[in-house]
């Protein structure tokens, strides 16, 4: 709900600041006075194009802050929460313009864009005039108009939706990869029949390469290894001679008492590793191989693991996982179509559970639209619209516009005499025959709209007497729900607002020409429907016909 409007230095605006409240506030006054700076004020405070020409002469910069209060899961807040920007209870949107044209924006105190500040606004306060209207005049609005009215939840639609579209992604991901891996398989087939045919094993290479190195220095190797036969054995048995002199200490051992001890069995544990030594010699020999053509046969099997390693770009002991990998994108190539058909058949159903929700949701949509219809034609005949109709189509889409909430098109759509074919709400309707309309749509949607505040401007326009009285009553019983400010020159319409103001043009004491706004309240409020009804000469019977529009029931 719109708290307050501070104005500084907009056109004949110098320094005004005022309160708002709940219910109907009207504002009044003689063409000219103002009332349309008022309006244009708080449309810079939400956002709207400024133009330098609004700067008080004399100005350096306007100002204008709207303050607001916001419950707070207001749509309001959640945009700021987007933005990790507090809303914490009131809103303070503010708007300073330069007089060279230069624009910034506020929320409390916050500098924003004034594309966000747009965003607020937008969410804030519905403005409906004669010649420009937000909100229902945008076609792309009245889907999530009429399903508020039918207090609809598209939840299940998008989920579905998204689960649809899910499907497809993946199909598609799939016939991607398969179409690449179908353009790589005859060197798919190559690849892994010359793996499986060379079957490399992890760990092969050092091994390999080991062998290779003793078979390359196999002639020293075994050199060096009989000249050390020949020194164990050239005078004699070297275990003989350690085991003999370890008998000839054991038979004297005795008298040494126990100095000889560490001797003997220093010499049983030599006599142990020299033989140990001799066998290991022997063994090691034996596995000395001086073929050549085994020599070959490792190095061409070395030479060719890390040629086809190089190859693919891998060490050699990653072949072996290379060639179940490659063999595993083959056995998914020869499977391809198999999966594909279990995608496809994933993504019909998928895409049939959201055909039915979304149908499901039409036919609320259908019968929602047959409500409102029915209820907004209640409402025409006391607005002068009794040759008017008022149809909500509900159109299906072609599939490819099918989306996340459904598959209609919705548009509200109007005809203002009989045997006119109904077309758009903004291009069929006059500017006084709009604001109307929108007054009666407003006030069958009154409990489904986001925005606290509605502002309709001059909503009157070319009418009166019983016409004008029911543009009053109906303003009033929308302002039961929401918070109405209207710009009227109808005391009848002005009879039924709860809070009154007075906009007149007078003197700073100077020169210059401003804005005044006075709140009317008792015999000031009657004096001014009084003029409004005489004019410029307001008589006696004027004051007794606006005592009596203040009297009837609602004013």
């Known amino acids: 709900?719109?708290?307050?409007?501070?104005?500084?230095?907009?056109?004949?605006?110098?320094?005004?600041?005022?309160?708002?409240?709940?219910?109907?506030?009207?504002?009044?006054?003689?063409?000219?006075?103002?009332?349309?700076?008022?309006?244009?004020?708080?449309?810079?405070?939400?956002?709207?194009?400024?133009?330098?020409?609004?700067?008080?002469?004399?100005?350096?910069?306007?100002?204008?802050?709207?303050?607001?209060s916001v419950p707070s899961d207001h749509p309001a807040v959640q945009i700021l929460a987007e933005q990790s920007l507090d809303a914490a209870g009131e809103l303070v949107l503010r708007r300073v313009v330069s007089a060279d044209g230069r624009s910034r924006a506020f929320v409390n105190d916050q500098p924003i864009s004034v594309g966000l500040l747009r965003r607020i606004g937008d969410s804030l306060v519905e403005i409906h005039g004669q010649f420009e209207s937000h909100g229902l005049l945008d076609a792309g609005t009245h889907r999530g108009v009429l399903d508020a009215f039918a207090e609809t939840d598209v939840t299940a639609v998008r989920q579905a939706w998204s689960a649809w579209q899910e499907t497809i992604r993946i199909r598609r991901d799939a016939e991607a990869s398969l179409a690449k891996a179908r353009g790589e398989e005859d060197f798919l087939r190559h690849a892994v029949e010359e793996l499986n045919a060379l079957a490399p094993k992890s760990g092969e290479e050092a091994s390999l390469a080991e062998r290779r190195a003793v078979m390359m220095h196999g002639e020293k190797l075994l050199e060096g290894m009989n000249a050390a036969q020949q020194a164990l054995s050239q005078k004699g048995d070297v275990e003989g001679s350690i085991r003999a002199a370890q008998r000839a200490l054991e038979r004297v051992a005795?008298?040494?008492?126990?100095?000889?001890?560490?001797?003997?069995?220093?010499?049983?544990?030599?006599?142990?590793?020299?033989?140990?030594?001799?066998?290991?010699?022997?063994?090691?020999?034996?596995?000395?191989d001086l073929d050549p053509t085994a020599l070959e046969k490792i190095e061409e099997r070395l030479f060719s693991l890390r040629a086809i390693a190089r190859k693919h770009g891998v060490a050699v002991d990653d072949l072996a996982a290379l060639?179940?990998?490659?063999s595993g994108e083959l056995r998914a190539i020869d499977a391809g179509g198999d999966g594909l058909a279990r995608l496809a058949e994933a993504e019909r159903k998928a895409k049939q559970t959201y055909h039915e929700r979304a149908k499901?949701?039409?036919?609320?949509?259908?019968?929602?639209?047959?409500?409102l219809d029915a209820a907004v034609a209640v409402e025409l005949p006391p607005l002068k619209l009794d040759k008017a109709t008022f149809r909500t189509r509900v159109d299906p889409l072609e599939e490819d516009a099918w989306g996340e909430t459904g598959l209609d098109r919705i548009a509200f759509e109007v005809a203002t005499?009989?045997?006119?074919?109904?077309?758009?709400?903004?291009?069929?309707?006059?500017?006084?025959?709009?604001?109307?309309?929108?007054?009666?749509?407003?006030?069958?949607?009154?409990?489904?709209?986001?925005?606290?505040?509605?502002?309709?401007?001059?909503?009157?326009?070319?009418?009166g007497g019983a016409v004008a009285a029911a543009v009053g009553e109906r303003l009033a019983r929308l302002a039961a729900d929401v918070q109405v400010l209207v710009v009227t020159h109808s005391p009848q319409v002005a009879a039924k607002g709860a809070h009154h103001w007075h906009v007149a043009k007078g003197s700073d004491g100077g020169d210059s020409t401003v804005t005044r706004v006075q709140a009317l309240s008792g015999d000031e409020r009657r004096e001014e429907i009084a003029r409004m009804l005489a004019g410029a000469q307001v008589t006696d019977q004027a004051r007794a016909a606006a005592e009596s529009l203040l009297a009837t029931p609602g004013a």
């Open 360 to 371: 499901a949701l039409s036919a609320q949509r259908t019968s929602a639209a047959r409500r």
């Open 254 to 288: 005795e008298r040494a008492e126990g100095r000889l001890d560490p001797v003997i069995a220093a010499l049983d544990r030599a006599a142990l590793e020299a033989s140990e030594a001799q066998n290991l010699l022997e063994k090691v020999s034996q596995t000395i």
């Open 1 to 68: 709900m719109l708290l307050g409007l501070s104005i500084r230095d907009v056109v004949l605006i110098d320094r005004l600041d005022i309160g708002f409240r709940p219910g109907l506030s009207v504002l009044t006054g003689e063409t000219g006075a103002g009332k349309s700076i008022l309006l244009d004020s708080l449309g810079l405070a939400l956002g709207a194009r400024s133009e330098s020409g609004l700067v008080r002469r004399g100005a350096e910069q306007l100002s204008v802050a709207a303050e607001f």
């Open 323 to 326: 060639a179940n990998r490659l």
């Open 417 to 463: 005499n009989p045997g006119i074919a109904p077309g758009p709400l903004a291009k069929i309707a006059s500017g006084g025959e709009l604001s109307r309309f929108m007054l009666a749509l407003k006030v069958v949607l009154a409990r489904t709209t986001s925005a606290p505040t509605i502002v309709f401007d001059e909503v009157d326009s070319g009418i």
